[in-house]
């Protein structure tokens, strides 16, 4: 479980209600039944989501997109340094042993794009149509996360927006009964407090997640590149010093020591 994403979603609530209850140096949890207003919460979380239904390609679509919140709260714990090192032995037994011999060390591969890389090479496939069948399927896989990030993407722009709509209903009651002074206050307080809760969806849940699935998006699609590039260099029998230092430019240079680290403990054991 990512621990950044949950305590920033846990502390940033706990700093809202803070402001809530906290008046001059005292705490009082009562005032926190200010901001509670049923009708207002169905009008704009009621109202955002049924829009963002409204949006999506079917029902499942839209439950797909609510449960992917999950995967904002998942660590994405590959390593770039570590797949290039594991391309490196790939290129180094492909060296020693041949490209067939690559069929064998496929099957202690969990990662499915370089399963599939390998055997393809493996099978003797032209070169470009490799590179095809790999870009297609990052690209297929990229246009997929980006339909996830859009959903929160617009439920975080339907929340403010319906928000909006609460708030124009909540004016709209408050002028019929101007006459009376004494209700033009409580009036308000109801007509604003749509638009509270439409900044809360989406600065306080959406725009988070939507930015966590767009990091993790980055760092995948890197990840595939970094296996897509590695693949063809060893099928072009490229020397597996040249395919490392070719690989390393995917990383920042505070990281591209980490490789030869890793390869000269591995010669090491």
Not at 8 to 26: C, K, N, P, Q, R
Not at 114 to 124: A, N, R
Not at 161 to 167: D, K, P, Q, V
Not at 233 to 256: C, D, H, M, T, W
């Amino acid at each position: 479980m990512d621990i950044a994403t949950i305590i920033g979603l846990i502390a940033s609530f706990v700093l809202m209600i803070f402001g809530m209850v906290y008046d001059e140096g005292t705490v009082d949890f009562t005032k926190a039944a200010s901001f509670i207003h049923v009708p207002s919460m169905l009008i704009t979380f009621g109202g955002s989501f049924m829009a963002t239904l409204a949006g999506s390609d079917s029902i499942g679509a839209f439950i797909a997109g609510l449960k992917s919140f999950g995967l904002a709260t998942k660590v994405y714990s590959a390593s770039e340094a570590e797949m290039i090192q594991k391309v490196i032995d790939l290129s180094n037994t492909a060296r020693k042993e041949g490209l067939l011999a690559l069929e064998e060390a496929a099957q202690a591969i969990d990662e499915p794009l370089l399963k599939k890389g390998i055997l393809l090479v493996v099978d003797g496939t032209d070169p470009e149509l490799v590179r095809s069948i790999l870009e297609t399927e990052l690209s297929c896989m990229e246009e997929r996360h980006k339909g996830t990030i859009g959903f929160w993407d617009g439920l975080a722009a339907a929340g403010p927006a319906w928000g909006m709509i609460g708030t124009l209903i909540g004016l709209v009651n408050m002028l019929k009964t101007l006459d009376d002074v004494s209700t033009v206050g409580p009036s308000m307080a109801v007509a604003l407090i749509t638009t509270f809760y439409g900044s809360i969806l989406a600065n306080w849940i959406c725009t988070p997640i939507s930015n966590k699935l767009k990091g993790n998006n980055a760092k995948e699609v890197q990840m595939k590149e970094i296996m897509v590039e590695g693949l063809l260099s060893i099928q072009a029998g490229e020397n597996p010093r040249v395919i490392e230092e070719k690989l390393k430019s995917f990383l920042a240079p505070s990281v591209r020591e980490s490789v030869g680290e890793q390869q000269e403990g591995g010669g090491e054991a």
